[in-house]
């Protein structure tokens, strides 16, 4: 157990809809981090959030984004859903934002548009 | 941009087996990490290595951060069944923390 709570586990949903992925980060960690994971591909950079301001941003579209509350936990919200959405989503937290700092995953947000 | 490049993309080993997989970067990385995903579940952390040249040992998983610091390796001794799974080098150049991954290498462990 990483210390990193994600929810839902599973989320089905239909083309075009709005779903919303929540994270937890692990006790004190202020850095917070949303990968993607499609079908046999890698894990993508999306966003991330350090002590509730955004820090760095990578492949992410413009119909997702993410916000990260004074309690440290984040959402990353994906809206006019398409089909090549489906995929798992991380979030990962680490005690800071500098460079150096190891990151630990949750387990995931299974991700499936129809 | 930055790229890395991981090999073997997959590999098929007996039991009792030694694994090697490696990863390079087009640019000098500050920090490497391994971790391994099994199926359904989020990365876990094997390895962190901060520091040209650190050799270091996790059970029977040994990885080095290469001299250069463009590359970083990882060696699995007398694989078991249990280490079947996905395993990915991720890199930071420094900055922020934006981990770069390599696309993984699947192990495949026959018994």
């Known amino acids: 157990d990483s210390g990193v709570t994600q929810t839902p586990k599973h989320l089905i949903t239909a083309t075009g809809q709005r779903v919303t992925l929540r994270c937890s980060p692990r006790?004190?960690?202020?850095?917070v981090y949303w990968y993607q994971q499609s079908l046999d591909q890698g894990l993508q950079f999306l966003i991330q959030y350090y002590n509730g301001e955004e820090r760095a941003k990578g492949n992410i579209l413009e119909r997702f984004s993410a916000q990260q509350f004074p309690d440290l936990h984040s959402e990353l919200n994906l809206s006019s859903l398409e089909l090549g959405d489906s995929a798992l989503y991380f979030c990962a937290s680490s005690p800071s934002g500098s460079s150096g700092n190891t990151i630990y995953f949750g387990e995931g947000s299974w991700l499936t548009v129809v | 941009g930055q790229q890395l490049n991981q090999s073997p993309q997959s590999m098929f080993i007996q039991e009792g087996e030694d694994v090697s997989m490696n990863c390079t970067s087009s640019s000098i990385f500050n920090t490497w990490l391994w971790y391994k995903q099994d199926p359904g579940e989020g990365p876990v952390l094997l390895i962190a290595l901060y520091k040209a040249g650190e050799l270091t040992s996790n059970g029977r998983l040994t990885a080095q951060f290469g001299i250069t610091r463009k590359d970083s390796f990882l060696n699995i001794s007398a694989s078991i069944p249990s280490d079947v799974g996905i395993y990915f080098c991720a890199g930071n150049s420094g900055g922020y923390n934006k981990l770069i991954f390599g696309a993984g290498t699947r192990l495949a462990v026959h018994p």
């Open positions: 006790s004190g960690d202020l850095s």
